[in-house]
Nanobody
Framework: QVQLVESGGGLVQAGGSLRLSCAVS????????MGWYRQAPGKQRELVAT???????VYADSVKGRFTISRDNAKNMVYVQMNSLKPEDTAVYYC???????????????WGQGTQVTVSS
């Protein structure tokens, strides 16, 4: 019943900006970590950025200084603001959450459907 729904992808010229959003819905006790991953054609899925409930963040070296991840814990949402976009940022971006549905259950991972980001030169 837990779902992750992403939005905000699209076409943008190099140097432009996009903001991706991910909404987590369903019966959720807590979300421990939320993050963004991306996958370009012919390449492995890679981490973009993650954020814990307490606000700790991790960024891929390739996006540091350009991307900013943020969370709205009250709304169970995570965002990534992407500035100074480059053609090499072109990929399908996936939202991920590590969550618990009950207090006693272990955390598990859920993925969104992905949203396409295309950066033209």
């Amino acid at each position: 019943q837990v779902q992750l729904v992403e939005s905000g992808g699209g076409l943008v010229q190099a140097g432009g900006s996009l903001r991706l959003s991910c909404a987590v819905s369903g019966s959720i006790f807590s979300i421990l970590t939320m993050g963004w991953y991306r996958q370009a054609p012919g390449k492995q899925r890679e981490l973009v950025a993650t954020a814990t409930t307490g606000g700790s963040t991790v960024y891929a070296d390739s996006v540091k200084g350009r991307f900013t991840i943020s969370r709205d814990n009250a709304k169970n949402m995570v965002y990534v603001q992407m500035n100074s976009l480059k053609p090499e940022d072109t990929a399908v971006y996936y939202c991920n959450a590590n969550l618990k549905t009950t207090h006693g259950s272990p955390p598990y991972s859920k993925w969104g459907q992905g949203t396409q980001v295309t950066v033209s030169s």
